[in-house]
């Protein structure tokens, strides 16, 4: 019993856990905030701002100082043998150089055996050695340490300006995936409506028909118009199933998560028509496009900065210490074994004097890559400019649209009734009903378009200002 216990509340507490990881009831801006967290895109934007921050530390500590620590132990299995001439090991060499240089060939002395002759084979050093240095080193002066500095701090302002690029995508994205999602929603719902009334038509027609009171060309109209209705039924439902699926993919969920949207399309209509937006000052040295281009031009000054710190000395400075024992035999590990230390202190310059032209080229080069950067930035700019003024041309569109797909539709849906009323009263044709039935449907998708519209300009024009006000 007490096992069972323990079984059911871990599977509630795992339940809860997974409900709180997994939405399943959200609002537009929940969706938005949910994904700015968890959208993979997202995610990958912020961890490379922890790359680019690392990066700056990395720089940072190469100039620095650095400690290294080496320990060598040589075995010498066959001890290298080294050829000398005999005769430097001749014990009365001495004697014959005096009696050189003092002429003593005529004194009566006893005869010097003659000096040896060849090679003696002669092995240096011994047959074990370990040796123990550590070495501090520190950069003094170095062009290219300074600019990569500047370098790594540009790096780590690229890195969030393309999160901030990343994360208005995503907001965008999932704006798009939500409408989307409302759009196959409220368009099954109509759908549904319509066929509903097409039977019900379809079904007093037919009772008309039987008791010899209509024609059977009206019959066929309306199975006509149902079966047409009812094959954009299965369609937008199979659309419906993916339009979810991309709305997890944009969330960062499953594909298969199980999501209710509390948010309908004609509210959020409402709330994303503004005109005050459409006043906003065209500025597009705001726009994150624009930083990002800006980035783009401060890198090329850096590395123009880089090519010619490569002509200036750079000097360095370090100093080790060590130990280091020998021995014909593995005595290292024992306190009898004797330790020779030693140490050296030292500056490094090194001068660049002549390259044969190599670093007058590639400072060249990058000079002109710098002047592309400058010229692609004045042409972002320029297209910036136009992006926004295109986004704000939609948008008003948009919104003009939309009130004229809802007169549309009050006067598609008064047509129809109006036929209807005509068709079963006798005075009118079931081709014109007919008419006046497509014209409706059609009326209906255009008006839900036209607020899906309203809805996505409106997050394109916000995104072209780097805006992302909620009204």
Known sequence: MKKTLIIVVGFIIFQVGYSQDQPQNLSLQEAIDFALENNRSAINAARDIDVAEQQKKETTATGLPQINASIDYQNNLKQQVSLLPASAFDPLSGIRQLEEYYDLEDLEIQALPDPPEGFLPITFGTKHSVTAFATLSQKIFDGSYLVGLQSAKVYLEISENAKIKTDLEVRKAVIEAYGNVLLAEESIQILERNIDVLEKNLFETQKIYENGLGEEESVEQLQITLSGVKSNLNNVERLKTLAYQMLNITLGLDIYNALVLTDNLETLTDQNISLSILEMENNPKSTIDYLIAENDKTSKE?????????????????????????????NFTKKSQDWFGSSLLGVSLDIPIFSSGMRNASTQRAKINLEKAETELTETEQRIKLQIASAKSDYQFAIEDYENKKQNLNLAERIETKNQTKFFEGIGSSFELRQAQTQLYTAQQEMLQAMLDVINTKATLETALNTTILN
């Open 302 to 330: 850096l590395l123009l900065k880089l090519e010619k710190s490569k002509a200036l000395p750079t000097l360095n400075a370090f100093i080790n210490g060590g130990y280091s024992g020998y021995g014909d035999e593995f």
